[in-house]
């Protein structure tokens, strides 16, 4: 049975950072690429940041780029976002996604497999 299991998420004042951590079981983790995205009330599932197998590609939303930093430990099956300077814009509830060799990295509907999610507040 695959599982992603996100945490870390939580309320925060604006300009302030958090470290999302999606702790992934039951694939084979090296082999499949790894996502974050968003949603707001309301609002379509957006793309945030993935990372390739080995960890040394990156791909980010245009609105979290040098902001966010997304990485992975193949090691120890777990992906993490760094957020900082962090924006009421940047209010949703945030899903990790695993992708296999196929699909388009920024597509939402190419992942099988997701996460339920962790909210994500900021506010002044």
């Known amino acids: 049975q695959v599982r992603l299991v996100e945490s870390g998420g939580g309320s925060v004042q604006i300009g302030g950072s958090l470290n999302l951590s999606c702790a992934v079981s039951?694939?084979?983790?090296?082999?499949?690429?790894m996502a974050w995205f968003r949603q707001a009330p309301g609002k379509e599932r957006d793309f945030v940041a993935a990372?390739?197998?080995?960890?040394?590609?990156?791909y980010y939303g245009d609105s979290v780029k040098g902001r966010f930093t997304i990485s992975r430990d193949n090691a120890k099956n777990l992906v993490a976002l760094r957020m900082n300077s962090l924006k009421p814009e940047d209010t949703a509830v945030y899903y990790c996604?695993?992708?296999?060799?196929?699909?388009?990295?920024?597509?939402?509907?190419?992942?099988?497999?997701w996460g339920q999610g962790t909210q994500v507040t900021v506010s002044s």
């Open positions: 990372v390739e197998w080995g960890g040394t590609y990156t």
């Open positions: 996604a695993a992708l296999g060799h196929y699909g388009h990295i920024k597509t939402a509907s190419a992942y099988p497999f």
């Open positions: 039951g694939l084979t983790f090296k082999d499949y690429r």
